[in-house]
């Protein structure tokens, strides 16, 4: 199936540990994200990454950083998580900024939940 | 500040026509998307405009007027399975999607 995938779908874990989350899309796409959406539900980008370019929300933490071994995979690596770190986390992917299919293919979401 | 406006929650019955508007504020417009979102789901693609005037897709419409910074969202013949938070997103003059908070449509039968 063509798709945007990520793992874990579900991920608990104590405060102050190391997590990644892993994406991988098989769309040809050329650009990936990472968006948060928390308990009120507001989608919020995290980062944008194509093979050019990083671009980084300002008011994302250090703790937070993006790995792309190639353009199909757009890993989250997180470090000493935050109870305010408990959201959903979804990956998407497009085709580069300007195509004229612009539309984001998101996967199906992991749930963090930090204790 | 860039600014995306819907109303939170909105209720209709099965069978009914709604209209759910979303306002916006950006630097830049580069098109407006309209995606839905299902509980515990990830969101999905409805439509895009990018110039004025309506975009019909089966029982869902999306209407787009630049000049006013508004978008509205047409749902006909609703269904129980419509039940979902809509939410609008705007894509600005860096290519960057600005999103809204979302609509909660409730269905009533």
């Known amino acids: 199936d063509t798709a945007v995938s990520q793992t874990p779908k579900y991920l608990v874990t104590q405060m102050g540990n190391d997590k990644s989350i892993k994406c991988e899309q098989n769309?040809?796409?050329?650009?990936m994200y990472w968006y948060k959406q928390d308990s009120k539900k507001f989608l919020k980008i995290m980062f944008s990454y194509n093979n050019k370019e990083l671009i980084i929300n300002e008011t994302v933490p250090n703790r937070f950083s993006p790995k792309s071994p190639d353009k199909a995979h757009l890993n989250l690596h997180i470090n000493s998580l935050e109870l305010g770190d408990s959201a959903v986390y979804f990956c998407?992917?497009?085709?580069?900024?300007?195509?004229?299919?612009?539309?984001?293919?998101f996967g199906p979401g992991t749930r963090l939940t930090v204790l | 500040g860039q600014n995306i406006d819907q109303p939170t929650e909105m209720t209709a019955t099965e069978g009914a026509i709604v209209q759910i508007n979303c306002t916006y504020q950006t630097s830049g417009f580069n098109g407006l998307f309209w995606y839905q979102q299902h509980a515990g789901e990830a969101p999905t693609f409805l439509s895009y405009?990018?110039l004025d005037g309506l975009e019909e897709k089966g029982r869902f419409s999306s209407f787009l007027s630049r000049s006013k910074g508004y978008s509205y969202l047409l749902l006909k013949e609703l269904q129980m399975k419509d039940s979902a938070s809509y939410l609008c997103?705007?894509?600005?003059?860096?290519?960057?999607?600005?999103w809204g908070a979302g609509t909660k449509l409730i269905i009533k039968p």
């Open positions: 997103a705007v894509m600005d003059s860096n290519y960057q999607l600005i």
């Open positions: 998407a992917s497009s085709h580069e900024p300007g195509h004229v299919y612009n539309e984001q293919f």
């Open positions: 769309l040809g796409h050329d650009t």
């Open positions: 405009n990018v």
